[in-house]
């Protein structure tokens, strides 16, 4: 490289964090190269099209195989969506309408057609469907791939690389040989695509938004990607470089020196004990659970089995999700949280139309206790797994002991039917999400009802102080330790303990180093938090 990149810093948005350095390889968008031709023959086109859409599902239910085994059902879902997306009548009548119309090649009327269906998507309001845009993009480019003979683009890595792409998309992703990537660097993307979500899930360092110039960075290139100061540094000069050698050999020692609070106590010096779980959102996430040494799982966020697809997820296949995560976890807890999908958590086939207010809608249990055809196939599956070992179920949003009444008349009727039905079950213990000011005001009667509480911080922290937590312009106006809040929590413990309940933290604020020891001096049980900051706590704690 002729200079031009020499030690010049780019910033993004971190999506993992995480510090590497190492050789750039570039992914190129095949879409550049495509051309327009005239073609004497639409038939013959249209017969391509076809073919090609034969040829692309039968790739993308082997990726989906592939991603079952690395990364679990509910995160491989993804391509089972994109099977069906290649079956969309819209979509294909649109190619074909474009060939005998222009009497254009089929691999421009692919292009063209994707370009414009992924220009309605990333149109619409909901970030969700916004997000469906790289979905539309990652099928169309798979069509041109196939029409053009190019087939299934194969990540061939030789040595550990820097991934540097304009957008990266779902199916890429997973593809990617994890042990052979250091890093992936996006110029495009969003927070809650699916790329980003299976980023995270891989643990690769990750930084999207980018303001990369792909005439200049080339494959070969050395980069730095920091996660933690979401920048990455091309060409780094070689002072940049032994800053960067001396950060990671101190991230390494950190974390040699993390390993070895595996199997110890979670004690403060003083004998205090508070205990470190995890929250997770699929079966996939549990190898994370385990690889950090967290004591149980406090949130497992059941809505993501229903995100991502287009239909619900079967009782059965709800089920086997609940019973692999408990039988993985052994005598471990795992606690289950029921459905809280709404808000920025949308699945279109729910069809909770459009809302002024959505964090304060229709969502979580109100849809639930409505729609009770939703909500039983859910705590049937709960009930039959929780005979496969130690689970709880949690139950969000709620605002008062109305509502606690009727969640148990319907476990007691869904009790009833697998009674009847002679199919095995167990109601395990059953605990509420503490999230809203109501919830926290009537804490001392909800805990004769409840087994345990679960605060769940930043919904607190959303409704106690009018933020709401989506909007970024509105961060500046949140303290992230807000008296009003921690008087709350403190409530809600001393509510709990004097009817002798327990109460853990399963909202980001758990994490939050900087209150470890205003927890623990509160009295709180349990912080449950994402698995990398397990040991952290623990190391944390143990200096208290
Ligand atoms: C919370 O609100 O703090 C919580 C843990 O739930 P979620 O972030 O899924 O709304
Ligand atoms: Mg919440």
Known sequence: MEGTF??????????????????????????DQIRRRKIADPAREIERVR?????????????????????????????????????????????????????????YA????????????????????????????????RLVRNLSGQGNKEFCMTEPSVIVAKELSPSETVQLDKEKILAIVTEQGATNSHTAILARMMGIPALIGVPLDFDAIRSG???????????????????????????????QEKLRLLQE??????????????RIYANISGVSDVAYVLENDAEGIGLFRSEFLYLRRSDFPSEEEQFRAYRQVVQMMGQKRVVVRTLDIGADKQADYFQLGREENP??????????????EIFKPQLRALLRAAVYGNL??????????EEVAQIYAVVKEVEEELKQAQI????????????????????????????????????????????????????????????????????VVDNAHKRGKWVGICGELGADLALTETFVNMGVDELSVTPSMVLKLREKIRLI
């Open 6 to 31: 020499s030690g010049i810093r780019l910033s993004g948005k971190t999506v993992y964090h995480g510090i590497t350095i190492g050789k750039v390889m570039v992914l190129r968008n095949d879409k």
């Open 51 to 107: 073919m090609a859409v034969d040829v692309s599902k039968q790739q993308l239910a082997a990726i989906y195989h592939q991603a079952v085994k690395k990364l679990g059902e509910s995160s491989a879902a993804i391509f089972e969506v994109h099977q069906m997306m290649l079956e969309d009548k819209d979509f294909l009548n649109a190619i074909d309408h474009m060939i005998r119309t222009e009497l254009v090649n089929a691999e």
């Open 110 to 141: 692919v292009a063209v057609t994707g370009d414009n269906f992924e220009e309605i998507f990333a149109e619409m309001e909901d970030a969700y469907m916004q997000a469906r845009a790289a979905d539309v993009r990652d099928i169309s480019a």
């Open 221 to 251: 290139m050395t980069a730095i990607v920091d996660g933690a100061a979401g920048e990455v540094i091309f060409e780094p000069t070689v002072l940049q470089r032994g800053e960067v050698e001396e950060k990671i050999r101190c991230e």
């Open 261 to 274: 609070l595996k199997g110890k106590k979670t004690v403060t010096s003083d004998g205090r004990t508070i």
């Open 359 to 372: 964090a304060m809608g229709y969502r979580a249990i109100r849809i639930c206790l409505r729609q009770p």
């Open 392 to 401: 709880a179920i949690l139950y969000p949003m709620i605002i008062s002991c």
């Open 424 to 491: 095995p079950y167990r109601v395990p213990a059953q605990g509420i999400m503490i999230e809203t000011p109501a919830a926290v005001m009537l804490s001392d009667e909800l805990a004769e009802q409840v087994d345990f509480f679960s605060i769940g911080t930043n919904d607190l922290t959303q409704y106690t102080l009018a933020i709401d937590r989506q909007n970024p312009r509105l961060e500046a106006f949140c303290p992230p330790h807000h008296k009003a809040v921690l008087r709350m929590i403190q409530m």
